[in-house]
């Protein structure tokens, strides 16, 4: 569950960079294609980024001989395991939380997605060249919905006000701005603890409306088509994935229409193409969140060390006590084992991080009869670790520990 939580932490510290950049130096350009791919690129590097590392190469990188740190080993006995099935509390309550409000924010979406496809399935469908116009009684509204045109009857227009209108949301549809919504809102059930999203929402929507209503008054007279605007926007809608005619923004709109498009300097390009590669290479490197050291510190080399001037330590208590007690609480001896009363010593290999993270976990030796995943399963549970130090610098380091496990404190002879 932790490399997720670590996962949610980086994508969403890098959609609220990529907000503020945005905020900052492209919000007010007129250049609306590229601020829509600026958020579409932004939201996909934070999502798609975080899950890989790249480790660049080092001429100083070399493989270590077997030997390394090997802790006292730990007894694991059936009575001592006996409430290992107890859950990291603050852990469960976390990804219990999360899930639960996901789940939510599902249906929710599911919800606005039935009312859409209801909204089909309930009236009269006209083909329209490539797209689908359907008029509805109901709320004075318009608004698109992928191929789907919807037009209330309410509104009492004119043949050409409709005309004007159509064309209108044909530039979303040629556009595939529908895409941008639902992606956004998907991403919103993932992220659903982020308020930055529906930030993201709202300025897709001002950049979809301002690409349309640009396309729009090439071909007709402002004042008329800001008259049209004014006359439509008497309701918002309740279609949340849809893109509307109608809503809060038509003033933003008309300002918009009416300032003069200006190209984006080529500075502002420069910097948010530098700072978007800049930070996604960070993402992919792994080295933003959750470090508990100083990442100044950090070795430049990825060498994993058998020997350090300073070991790595396990929360605040000497001697690794606190990492003897949580292997020994979350520890289960295998219900195969006990059966089969297997004995023996399962030697765990892993690596801790300059982060503090545990890595390449692997048994070297191993007993079987589930002992070895029971073993492997508690090593990679371990929460972060203070790392290591080599001549000042944060490094990788090896460990080895030894889980014992033992059925019971038998006689001899038996």
């Known amino acids: 569950m932790k490399p997720f939580i670590n996962y949610l932490i980086e994508a969403n510290l890098s959609i609220c ?9 492209l919000r007010n350009e007129t250049d609306h294609r590229f601020n829509r791919v600026y958020l579409l690129l932004a939201l996909v590097i934070s999502v798609a980024l975080p899950l890989f590392r790249v480790q660049l190469p080092s001429l100083l990188t070399f493989e270590q001989p077997l030997s390394t740190y090997w802790l006292p080993e730990i007894q694991v006995t059936p009575v001592s395991s006996g409430n290992a099935i107890q859950l990291n509390s603050f852990w469960f309550w976390i990804s219990s939380i999360y899930f639960l409000g996901a789940i939510i924010f599902l249906a929710i979406f599911l919800a606005r997605l039935s009312k859409i496809g209801n909204a089909i399935y309930r009236c009269s469908i006209v083909k329209n060249e490539s797209l689908w116009l359907i008029e509805f009684n109901g709320k004075k509204e318009v608004f698109s919905f992928f191929k789907f045109i919807f037009i209330s009857k309410s509104l009492q227009l004119s043949e050409i006000e409709k ?32 308020p930055f999203i529906k930030t993201y929402r709202k300025s897709f929507v001002q950049l979809h409306e301002f690409e349309a209503d640009a396309r729009l008054v090439e071909n007709y007279d402002l004042n008329e088509y800001c008259s049209l605007l004014a006359k439509a926007a008497l309701n918002s809608s309740g279609y949340q994935l849809a893109n509307h005619f109608t809503n809060s923004l038509t003033l933003k709109r008309i300002e918009m229409m009416k300032t003069v498009k200006t190209k984006i300097a080529r500075w502002k390009i420069i910097s948010v ?25 950090n070795s430049s080399s990825n060498e994993v060390y058998n020997q350090v001037d300073e070991l790595p330590t396990f929360g605040d208590k000497a001697q690794y006590t606190e990492l003897y007690e949580f292997i020994g609480k979350n520890l289960v001896y295998p219900k195969e084992a006990r059966e089969k009363n ?39 549970q371990l929460p972060h670790w203070n ?20 059925v019971s404190d038998r006689k001899k002879g038996d």
């Open 342 to 380: 297997v004995e023996g010593m399962v030697y765990t290999k892993f690596v801790v991080e300059k982060d503090g993270t545990v890595t390449n976990v692997s048994v070297e030796k191993g007993i079987g009869s589930g002992c070895d995943e029971a073993a492997l399963n508690v090593i990679k």
């Open 163 to 194: 005309k004007q209108i159509i064309q209108h949301e044909q530039v979303h549809i040629n556009n595939y701005h529908s895409f941008d919504i639902l992606f956004v809102n998907l991403l919103g059930i993932l992220f659903w603890f982020n």
């Open 17 to 25: 960079f990529f907000l503020l950049v945005y905020q900052i130096l």
């Open 387 to 406: 790392p290591g130090k080599k001549d000042g610098k944060i490094v990788r380091t090896s460990f080895v520990i030894p889980i014992n496990f033992k």
């Open 273 to 297: 193409t530098t700072i978007t590669i800049s930070f996604g290479c960070l993402i992919a490197g792994g080295g933003i969140v959750l470090a508990q050291a100083d990442q100044k510190n």
